[in-house]
Structures are given as C-alpha cells and as structure tokens.
C-alpha cells in the first residue's frame, strides 16, 4: 500500500468558519486515522481576496485546534512560475490555446452545473481575426470521465458538453483554481483527498487534467457541507462566523457530531451521505 497523504488546503480570504472546521477535521482525522500524512496548503493565488493577515490566522487556529500538520505549508503564491511551466507544456503539446472571449459574450451560453456558462469552442481552432486573447482554456472531449466517490458514490461528467473547454489562465492573469490544484496534488504527492462536497461537480476536470498531465488520480471523499437556515454554504459572503476558540474542544465536538463521528478515530461509513446539511446553531 502506498503512503497516504493528505491535505487541507484553505483559502485566506479570512478567520476559519465552521464549514472550513468540517473540511478541515475529516481530512485531518481520515489521514491520520490511515497513520499518513497531513499536509497544508495556502491557496492564495486570488490577491485581491486575500485578507491581509489570514493566513497567519488560519495556521494558529489549526494550531489552537490541536489540528498538527506535517512539513512546511505551501503558499501557492510562490508557485507562479511552476503553473506557468505546465500550462506553456499543455500549450506545447496542443491541450491548451487562447481564447479571446468575453463574459459578456457568453452570456447566452447555457449554465454548466456549477452555474458557470459552458463553453461553446469559439476559439478553439484559433483567435478570430483582429482578437486578442483574454485567457487560457484546455481542450476537453466528450467522453465521461466517472470516479467512484467514497461517501457521494458513483459519479460520472462529460465535461466538454457539461462544462466546456474550462479556463486554466484567467483574464486577469491569475493561475486558475482547477490547474493550480492539480500541478499542487501532483507535486505534493496527494493520494487522498478529503473536501467538502461543493468541489465535488469540478472533480471530473480535475480528473481531465491529471490525465493530460500523466499524474495519478487520488481517491476522493466528499463530505456534506455546512450550509446556513437559507440553504447556503457557510462563508465570509453568507456572514459566517468565526471559530470561538475560547473552547476549541467545543468547536471540534461540534464538528464531530456534523460529521457523525465518535470522540476519536474515523469512521468513513458514518459520514451523511448528503452534499448539504444544516449548521448546528
């Protein structure tokens, strides 16, 4: 059996919430549970978002959780020049190109599952004349890509006619999020990954990717997500609060009980297998 390895990876766009706190225990709890590997991981490529001193903040909450990592934490950050590399590589052997479209100019677009518009190919065999590129996109194909998911089960996307040829280069020059955490699982050596299930509709790209990346596909969970009396995912936007870690061990419990686990240990057939469940109050 290989190493298990793990990791958390949040975004320091402010203080840990208790839908970050569920994410964060079931991959901490799995991997340590399998005697692995816990790994964290900085994903602050969106500067503008980033709340100045976040970071820092995430690392002492985790800490003051009793919540130990292992090795130094990755800030993709200081990765730029690696994505870089692979994008110019799947450019090279044909997997990427530009594309000079606007959001406006897909506005007529059908919705994707994730509520993004799919992409109808317009620039797929070359910029039109007298258009500059906007961004980077990777060429899908119409065949499903399907994983068996260990608390969602079987799930299966035909990402060409789901999604589109996906963005790997914003506009705005920054890393896209399906590139830069597949390059990041590729280079840390994930074998397992234990997130929410609101990543779990951008899996079957990331699967896409590894692919063309010749990068071995992790075994995923996806655990139900935290959501709010409204229905929605617990966020800075959504007024989540932060962690009250004058009692961590409050905070953790409440956590496990979210997660259907005991005290300690981890029990994988225990988790709802549900995408949403209500916070506890």
Not at 159 to 173: C, K, Y
Request: charged residues 25%; glycine residues 8%.
């Amino acid at each position: 059996m290989a190493e298990y390895i793990g990791r958390f990876a949040p975004s320091p766009t402010g203080p840990l919430h208790f839908g970050s706190l569920v994410a964060a225990l079931a991959s901490y709890a799995a991997a340590r549970s399998a005697g692995g590997k816990w790994l964290l991981r900085m994903e602050d490529l969106d500067q503008p978002r980033e709340q100045p001193g976040a970071a820092d903040d995430i690392l002492r909450t985790l800490d003051k959780l009793g919540l130990e990592w292992d090795g130094p934490v990755i800030y993709q950050s200081t990765r730029l020049e690696r994505y870089r590399a692979v994008l110019d590589d799947l450019a090279r052997r044909g997997f990427a190109y530009p594309c000079a479209c606007t959001r406006r100019e897909l506005e007529d677009s059908a919705l994707a599952i994730d509520g993004s518009r799919i992409y109808p190919g317009t620039c797929r065999r070359g910029l039109a004349p007298g258009k500059a590129a906007h961004s980077v996109r990777v060429r899908s194909h119409g065949a499903p890509i399907g994983f068996a998911d260990a608390v969602q089960g079987w799930l299966e996307q035909r990402v060409e006619t789901e999604v589109g040829d996906f963005v790997l280069l914003r506009a705005d020059g920054i890393t896209a999020y399906q590139l830069a955490v597949v390059v990041d699982d590729l280079d840390q050596g994930i074998t397992n990954v234990v997130r929410g299930a609101d990543l779990l509709d951008s899996t079957a790209r990331q699967i896409h990717l590894q692919r063309l990346l010749g990068a071995r596909t992790p075994r995923y969970v996806h655990v139900p997500v935290a959501v709010n009396a409204a229905g929605e995912k617990l966020s800075k936007q959504t007024g989540a609060r932060p962690l009250d870690l004058s009692d961590p061990q409050a905070e953790l419990a409440r956590a496990r009980r979210f997660l259907n686990q005991a005290a300690d240990g981890w029990d994988i057939a225990r988790v709802p297998r549900l995408r949403t469940i209500a916070a506890p109050e």
